[in-house]
């Protein structure tokens, strides 16, 4: 029973939290200035009529209490709305735009993980050498700088060698040989990727060093060494098992940061995702891919949130009590 009541609770309290950004979602880009009809009406000799229709064509002459409860109406079957801009749904969109950076959060993600893990071992393992204050301190370094700029020095950097935009070579055919187009898109993911898996992989290092130096000093952990077991199995099968729990909340955060869009990262690189989707309907008023990218972004960071609150229970039941 402590245990459905544990998951109840934690159920009913990310649909509240996600009914409360639903609202918050759509009543944060209706308080700022300007709308969609003022920018797509932005043509000489533009009528008041023109943009009478344009409101009405969009909705938008209506009171915002009755565009909410349209928009939560619409929302339960699953409608995101119609683009503004692209006149399509919304949800088609997105759905192109959500592969691109599930490739690109994927990527650079597991990269971070794997880097960041191999490091904070070495690093505990080693404690006090050269290597675990070399590891340390570039692992801090690294994980100060802001994503954002890490980006343009990677770009200033390496435009010339490596492709710096977009997701494809817009000089290949339509429909290029298949290991043709999966080399050009892996060389459009090298500098995105390299710049997600430096600016997640210090925080990486930093948790898994931390947990591990406390897990190496535990009785268990004294016993496998007495018993005379290598240090290599004592590392991987004993300590690095039971120092992972930490790491379940740190990647469930970082996924939903990622898979969300990492807006700065789409675009400085122009990568076609849901960073750079949403960042474009901003600057255009477009208020239902607005909507949608947001929604996903923080929806998202509430379900990998919920999801990490489920691995955590089940790794250490203590969480329950």
């Known amino acids: 029973m402590r245990s459905l009541d544990y998951l109840l609770r934690r159920g009913v309290f990310t649909v509240v939290t996600i009914f409360l950004t639903v609202t918050a979602n759509f009543f944060l880009f209706r308080v700022l200035p300007g709308d969609a009809v003022t920018n797509l009406s932005r043509v000489p000799h533009a009528t008041p009529e023109l943009q009478h229709a344009l409101l009405v064509r969009f909705g938008l002459d209506k009171s915002k209490w009755d565009q909410y409860l349209i928009y939560l109406k619409n929302l339960l079957h699953g409608d995101l709305g119609v683009s503004f801009t692209y006149q ?124 591990m130096l406390e897990t190496l000093g535990a009785d268990y952990v004294l016993t496998a060494r007495a018993k005379g077991l290598s240090d290599r199995r004592v590392v991987w099968q004993h300590a690095v098992r039971n120092a992972m729990l930490p790491m379940v909340t740190m990647v469930a955060l970082d996924l939903g940061y990622v898979v969300g869009g990492a807006v700065l990262i789409e675009v400085i690189f122009s990568w076609p995702g849901i960073g750079m989707a949403t960042y474009t309907a901003l600057s255009q008023r477009d208020y239902p891919m607005v909507q949608g990218g947001f929604l996903l972004l923080t929806v998202s960071v509430i379900l990998l949130n919920f999801i990490a609150d489920l691995v955590y229970f089940r790794l250490d039941r203590r969480v329950s009590a």
């Open 88 to 211: 399509q749904p919304v949800s088609h969109l997105l759905v192109e735009d959500l592969k691109n950076t599930v490739l690109l959060a994927g990527v650079g993600t597991l990269g971070a993980i794997v880097l960041g893990i191999l490091s904070g071992v070495i690093a505990a393992w080693r404690r006090n050498s050269a290597l675990d204050h070399l590891n340390t301190g570039l692992a801090t370094l690294v994980y100060a700088f802001p994503s954002q700029w890490l980006g343009l020095v990677l770009l200033i950097l390496f435009a010339g060698i490596l492709p710096a935009g977009g997701m494809s070579d817009l000089f290949l055919f339509d429909s290029p040989p298949f290991w043709d187009n999966v080399g050009d898109v892996s060389s459009h993911l090298v500098l995105p990727t390299i710049t997600l898996i430096l600016t997640a992989y210090g925080g990486y290092t930093l948790v898994v060093r931390s947990s």
